[in-house]
């Protein structure tokens, strides 16, 4: 699992990157500029579909694979906003007393400081969920952990200042890039925790709902129980006519 995750985590970074460029290159009337060879905002919305289609193949238990993989995935984006307070490149708002931007020359509001604490934040709940939640609920920890990401990542977006008027003003929208981008992993997560909760309602809690080979597991699964209670029902009206 290790060497799919750094593989999968780099291929969602850089599909990111790309499909960032690709977007600004209309924005810009085609004028196509090259930007960073990774984003690392990519990396919870791709990483679990590469998952998805690897428990496919393979078979594997995709619920069970995402809950201990959510703790790492905003482990990376705690270390990659540490890194950014260190190199000084906190693009915040001016404060006199932030942080002091190398590439701009003067101090900024640290949002990549208080970002960076939000996903300290979100790596102990989802670590507090594995021991927790997921003794009876399968499933729910990395969609949780992906709508608290983008809530807290969408706010702390209102107090940055991208040097791109592009990244600031999306198509004119008034929202950022990122913000955007945000509404789309929120909306996914949704979306997962919701069918989670429907699925698990229906009584599928010990196999994998989220794939094919967990599908066909819980209806052999479903089939066989039926069938054992049919047999108990027969033999107890057995035993009752014998009674009798």
Known sequence: YVVFTLGFGLLSA???????????????????EHGELLRNYGIPMFLPIFFLIYCLLFKDRFRTVTDYLAPGVYSVMTFVKLGCVFEGCCYGSPDENGIMNVHL????????????????????????????LRK???????????????LTKGFWEHFRVHTSEWERNFFDTGFTFWQFWMMILLVGCLIWLILAIVWEKKGITDFDEMTYSGIQQTKLFQKEKKKKVYHNKRKKNKKGKKKK
Do not use: E
Request: aromatic fraction near 14%; charge should be positive.
């Open 14 to 32: 850089r599909i990111t990157a790309i499909i960032k460029d690709w977007l600004l290159t209309l924005d810009s009337n085609g004028a196509y």
């Open 105 to 132: 020359g003067y101090r900024t509001f640290p949002v990549q400081l208080y970002d960076m604490l939000t996903s300290v934040c979100i790596v102990i709940i989802c670590l507090v969920l594995i021991y927790t």
């Open 136 to 150: 009876k609920h399968k499933g729910f920890i990395y969609p949780i952990g992906g709508i608290l990401f983008a």
